[in-house]
């Protein structure tokens, strides 16, 4: 079934196991938002069997559906770019051109690849993102967890970006190796507990399937790990790929960041930098490790 379709089907209680039900959600509330735009002013067209005639509706006219949803995950693009900002401005506020930094992250994130990518195919990744943002935001102003209650509404985002896409999850993981680094392993393990268990239960209610079919569940993702071997690459060709897109600006930012924070004197001795350097250096490692996954050339 399709993200739409989905988007109907949750309405009977009958969210597609190959969707995750936060996605079948949204979309539902957004086409059915649609369909009552779209009628409200015609004599007697908003009967009481609503979601039936919607539906119906889309597969007749399903253009207005696309575009109310695209439509919409532009805005949320456009408040992932706030967050971005926010976030970097947050991490930089030591520094005295910090709104400028905070400005230039968010104008990468706005022009990146992703983003157009996302929009045209109306993936899950731009509300992943934003969770992510969220969550990482969140993370920051807990300063490594000593507000506690910030550290769960950051565990809250992350398990909706989990929620969202199964990359969420590595999140979670890649921020407490980031506490076990900037705390020791004894007192990141008393603040990441929770974190985690929070995490943990959005996700499996965002995901809907784990709770509801869990067998089925793992069957999809064992599929899904299956079908991703590409038939295009070799190891090694990863690397290339990683280029394409925005990875020849991202890959040379990270590496002069993490020159920076080993030899400039005030980023050094900035602590979420250094974590921000961390998070990206995990990123790139497992994304060098895995890009023979999903990858094509162009041959």
Not at 102 to 127: E, G, K, M, Q
Not at 242 to 269: D, E, F, H, N, Y
Not at 286 to 298: D, H, K, N, P, Q
Request: glycine share 8%; hydrophobic share 55%; net charge positive.
């Amino acid at each position: 079934q399709t993200m739409y379709e989905g988007g109907f089907h949750v309405w009977f209680g009958q969210a597609p196991p190959q969707r995750m039900y936060i996605e079948s959600w949204i979309s539902g509330i957004t086409s059915l938002t649609t369909y009552m735009v779209r009628h409200a002013g015609e004599s007697g067209a908003l009967g009481l069997n609503l979601v039936a005639d919607a539906y119906r509706d889309f597969y007749v006219h399903p253009d207005p559906y696309v575009l109310s949803y695209r439509s919409l995950m532009l805005v949320v693009d456009l408040l992932t770019g706030l967050l971005v900002f926010l976030l970097a401005r947050n991490i930089a506020r030591e520094h005295s051109r910090a709104d400028w930094i905070a400005a230039i992250a968010a104008s990468l994130y706005l022009l990146s690849f992703n983003t157009l990518w996302a929009y045209v195919v109306a993936r899950p990744d731009t509300l992943t993102v934003f969770f992510a943002v969220a969550g990482l935001y969140l993370y920051y102003r807990s300063d490594f967890g000593a507000d506690t209650k910030k550290l769960m509404f950051s565990g809250v985002f992350f398990g909706l970006a989990t929620g969202m896409k199964l990359h969420g999850a590595l999140f979670v993981v890649f921020i407490c190796l980031d506490l076990w680094r900037a705390l020791g392993f004894r007192e990141a393990f008393r603040r990441v507990f929770w974190f985690g268990v929070v995490s943990v239960m959005v996700f499996a209610v965002a995901a809907g399937s784990v709770l509801f079919d869990p067998a089925l569940y793992v069957k999809l993702r064992l599929l899904n790990a299956r079908d991703d071997a590409s038939p295009w690459l070799q190891w090694g060709d990863q690397f290339i790929t990683m280029l394409r897109g925005t990875g020849w600006l991202v890959i040379p930012l990270v590496v002069a960041s993490v020159w920076l924070v080993r030899r400039s004197p005030t980023w050094k001795a900035n602590p979420k930098l250094a974590s921000v350097v961390f998070l990206s250096v995990c990123w790139l490692l497992l994304f060098a490790s895995i890009r023979v996954l999903r990858g094509r050339s162009e041959e």
